[in-house]
């Protein structure tokens, strides 16, 4: 089956420095790859999202590159801001058709950037 | 910004009490999502609806789970009898018919305790 592993945290950074998260996962086919991040007291959010190999999503100043040969779909930022602190979840997607589709989640870094 | 609203934030119930979480999606979206997360571990598929019926459910969602969506707005999520294992965090998610592929729009979460 689907699977998402992504590195253990919490991850503590100082302001400006540059962050990594690994994320790595185990698919079937071609399944589209997922950076969900979760601020303190709000939901979920769609950070970015690639859906075929050397795709790159970016956002925010955030950036992932989908790696069909490592399978792999790591989330860096050159220059994190206390902004930043939050739970980073990274996922991939498994469409089954219509309305059957389903996110498979790796277990989320928490990231505090202190000033 | 429409958003995916969840209550209640947080309930605390005993073993073998029913409980129902209730969520009111995106107006215009289409399917629907119950997805849970236990205390540091993954996010966890639970369930899919679409077109008033489940589509797709996981291993999790046993007899002892149902969802609804009783009108227009609501969704909502019954445990029949709580167990102690059914301590999670909650989130609902929709997704529009024309949202790309894993944009999947999630509300804050309902922690659940169960005594």
């Known amino acids: 089956g689907n699977s998402v592993t992504q590195m253990e945290g919490p991850v503590t950074l100082s302001e400006e420095a540059f962050l990594t998260i690994n994320c790595t996962y185990t698919a079937t086919g071609y399944p589209s790859l997922f950076w969900y991040v979760q601020y303190p007291g709000e939901g979920l959010q769609l950070l970015l999202k690639?859906?075929?190999?050397?795709d790159k999503g970016s956002n925010k100043g955030f950036e992932a590159t989908y790696r069909k040969e490592t399978t792999s779909f790591h989330l860096e930022k050159g220059s994190v801001q206390v902004s930043d602190s939050a739970v980073y979840f990274c996922?991939?997607?498994?469409?089954?058709?219509?309305?059957?589709?389903?996110?498979?989640f790796g277990k989320g870094t928490k990231l505090s950037v202190i000033p | 910004e429409p958003e995916v609203t969840q209550t209640p934030s947080h309930q605390v119930t005993q073993m073998g009490q029913e409980v129902i979480l209730r969520c009111v999606p995106i107006s215009n979206h289409l399917y629907f999502y119950w997805y849970r997360q236990i205390l540091g571990q993954k996010v966890e598929f639970l369930v899919s609806?679409?077109?008033?019926?489940?589509?797709?459910k996981s291993e999790i969602f046993d007899d002892q789970f149902s969802v609804e969506r009783p009108d227009g707005s609501n969704f909502t999520l019954k445990i029949r009898s709580t167990k102690l294992e059914d301590s999670a965090m909650y989130f609902c998610a929709s997704r529009g018919s024309l949202v790309g592929a894993g944009e999947l729009f999630f509300g804050e979460g309902s922690r659940l305790t169960v005594l």
């Open positions: 996922a991939l997607s498994d469409q089954r058709g219509a309305g059957s589709y389903q996110l498979t």
């Open positions: 690639a859906t075929k190999a050397d």
């Open positions: 609806f679409y077109n008033n019926e489940i589509s797709e």
